[in-house]
């Protein structure tokens, strides 16, 4: 962490959080279909799909962001001279 800005911080750390509570979530889901084999687990496994389809739209929002950043130039906003 040493040499990371607060903001980089604070991403990771939200970033882990929510990974956690990702994972913990699809745990129970499969804990509770291990000791009820009956049970319909059907609506809580799409809402852990669609978690992670937006989980994934903002992570490739974020890279596609950066990698326009990246692609600059200094210097490329600077109207040429005639």
């Not at 800005?5 to 970033?15: G, H, P, R």
């Not at 979530?25 to 319909?40: H, Q, R, V």
């Not at 389809?53 to 992570?59: E, F, G, K, N, Q």
């Amino acid at each position: 962490m040493k040499g990371r800005s607060a903001i980089e911080i604070m991403v990771i750390v939200f970033t882990v959080t929510i990974g956690a509570c990702v994972v913990g979530f699809g745990m129970g889901i499969a804990i509770y279909k291990i000791f009820n084999p009956t049970a319909d687990v059907g609506d809580a496994v799409a809402a852990l799909v669609s978690i992670i389809a937006s989980i994934l739209s903002a992570l490739l929002g974020l890279v596609a962001g950066r990698s326009d950043q990246l692609t600059k130039r200094p210097g490329d906003d600077k109207p040429s001279e005639p």
